[in-house]
């Protein structure tokens, strides 16, 4: 039996099929179901061993100084794009068209920064404005209209629920094309498979539609990276198969690679300390086993 983590789980009812006495009974059953995102599948494909951790066992992982930066520049992006749409659909002889300026742009970024909860330091909300100022002139104020902003999406696979967010989607003469804005430097490596299924997948369960393009923008560097999406029924069954061998999964054995550096579970791991410290025994999962 696969072990899950209780408080990522959720009560989902299933229609399963028992036999009884050579007779075929259907029946509703309450089982677990386990909540994944993009981040847990890609953290699985890499080590199964940190993932055993993070998500089965419930250990956390550490704050990252770019995370709030990055919060506070998607936010203002979709605060900008959102304006765009409703200036689409408003008469621009009676509202002026300052939606797409430079000043509205930084405007919206400086309420995260003026935010009490979530301030920014000085450090980042310079960095910010500098970044935000370069993604404004490369478009020399020309923006599209966005289909979707900021989309939310809910995927069943099998026992697990796929969690996740698209920023942006355009309508182009080309096709539907996915938006993803990156704060990482644009690597050499080209873009993850995995997450242009899940954006695939995400994008047609929303809307019934399939996106023919999916680009990242790279907003240090002011960079795009495009690439072809493929057919949701092809990105359905990786991301299946995925799952599957998650679900399937028993011992969770270290995987070593590049992405060991910056892992939150070194001190655990047997791969990396010659003594590794015991695992926590809070946040025990529960067993859950489904075939599928």
Known sequence: MLERRGR???TR??????????????VVVEIDTVKLSYTALKTFQQCNFRYHLRYNRGLPSRPRPAAQSSRALHGALHLFHQGLQQQHVQDTALFPPAANSLDTLLAHFKGYYDNPLRPLTEEQYQEGRALLMRYWEA??????TPYLLEEKFTLHVGPFVLNGRIDRVDDTPDGFEIIDYKLAQRSIIPPDPL?????????????????KKLSFYYLRTG??????????AAAQSRVRTL????????????????????????EFCPAQSRTPRPIPAKNHATQLGFDF
């Open 243 to 266: 799952c599957r061998d998650i679900n399937r999964e028993q011992e969770f054995r270290p995987q070593e690679g590049a992405w060991c550096t910056s892992c939150d579970f070194r």
């Open 195 to 211: 997450q242009l299924d899940v954006y695939q997948l995400g994008f047609h369960a929303q809307t019934g539609e399939a996106a």
């Open 223 to 232: 960079q795009t990276e495009t690439v072809e999406a493929d057919e949701p």
């Open 13 to 26: 009812k299933w229609l399963c099929t028992h036999y009884r006495a050579g007779k075929q009974k259907p």
């Open 139 to 144: 478009h020399r104020g020309q923006f599209p």
């Open 8 to 10: 990522e789980s959720v």
